[in-house]
């Protein structure tokens, strides 16, 4: 059986493998990066539709880490260690000129996720990192407290003296996201949380749903009632699919969801969360003046987009042929609680599919947040989506893969390094 042995060996070629082999090789540790896949990278290609959000400066540090929600402060360790001035300087630094958009989102110039990757594969090969592709650990080797080795597909032994486990969650599977390192954490005594798809579409029962599909909605309010009781809202962007609604603004309210999931969940847009009921009502009546004699349901134009104001003026009980100037002063009231109270109920959410990351993962309490070192296994290290803990949209994830995957590459590598 041919063996293997190396300082370091990183298991998983995402964004935080990359980086936590790329940083122990750089002080000086002997690294292998083991990927599955034909080519490193495949899920990091299609963040940000391809463009590739690689961090955000909205917030300091503090305010980041509160981003997370309960478990935001395992992260301030790493964050404070290489956090996004440092990913930034890190790209540019290799070619990659960035940009700061809207809500403090950081992308390439370029627009191509393929220029980070780039950058970080030309990193992997000046700091001396082996990579084995197409490379698929079939077993991992454990004896006593200390992990020996890992058993490859095609046979090949891999020995390391540390080893950091970075394969991601099961969002995109198709991308090689198994969800096979929760497996091994477990199979090695670690506790892994409730695992559920976050950033992801919602579902919701309302078939009336099908006929807004595709429809953009830019500027609305967005509450989450369960049992009539607010659990969370969000102001931006949604886009209604055919079964339920997607966009940033739900995406970031999925993590909650997912969280409450039950029978008496349901979502309540405002289309107007400029104006309040009394302010819109006038607009309402400004705009029927204007009208006069014309029918309801040509009406609506200057209030809303095309492809609502037949579901509006459906859901409204008003005739769509009734003359403005015969709506009653109770048609109106209900249209304007219809435009400030649309409420759908949730039926559920999308898969791993279609989700942008895995909430939960292994257990944060078994791992030191200094070194992203196992607290049951002398040399182990974890980096990247398997953690338990899991940042809204807007680059805050790969920010976690950029901070823990350096974060367990520096600690592992210094161990056996030069530098």
Known sequence: MN??????????????????????????????????????????????????????KKDGLREMTERFGKNGKFLFSSFYK??????????????????????????????RAKDILEALKGYLKETGVEVKNKAKAREIIKKGGHLDGIVLADGRRIIAKSFIICPGGKTYPSTGSTGDGYKWAKKMGHAITKLFPVLVPIIVKEKIVQKLEGLSLKNVEITVYKNGEKIDSGFGEALFTANGLSGPVILDLSR???????????????????????????????????????????????LLPQKLISVIVE?????????VNLVTREERKKLIRLLKNFVLEIKGFGGYDQAVI??????????????????????????????????????????????????????????????
């Open 315 to 323: 859901l409204s009980g008003i005739k769509a042929e009734k003359r």
């Open 256 to 302: 909650k969801i997912g969280q409450e999931l039950s029978e008496n969940l349901r979502i309540q847009i405002d289309f107007k969360p400029a104006l309040d009921s009394a302010v819109l009502d006038k607009r309402v009546q400004r705009d029927f003046r204007k009208e006069n004699n014309k029918m309801f349901k040509n009406c609506l134009n200057r």
């Open 82 to 111: 290489f956090g996004p001035d440092d990913i930034i300087i890190f790209f540019e630094s290799r070619g990659v000129k960035t940009k700061i958009e809207r809500g403090g989102r950081v992308f390439p110039v370029s627009d």
């Open 3 to 56: 063996t293997e042995h190396y300082d370091v060996a990183v298991i998983g070629g995402g964004p935080a493998g990359m980086m936590a082999a790329g940083r122990a090789g750089e002080v000086g540790a002997k690294t292998v990066l083991i990927e599955k896949n034909e080519e490193l990278g495949r899920k990091l290609l299609i963040t940000g539709k391809g463009r590739c959000n690689i961090t955000n």
């Open 358 to 419: 895995t909430s939960g993962g292994v257990s944060l309490e078994e791992i030191d947040p200094r070194t992203m070192k196992s607290k049951l296994v002398d040399n182990l290290y974890f980096a990247g989506e398997i953690l338990d803990v899991d940042g809204p949209t807007g680059g805050y994830n790969l920010q976690v893969c950029w901070s823990t995957g350096y974060m367990a590459g520096d600690s592992a590598g210094r161990l056996y390094g030069i530098n």
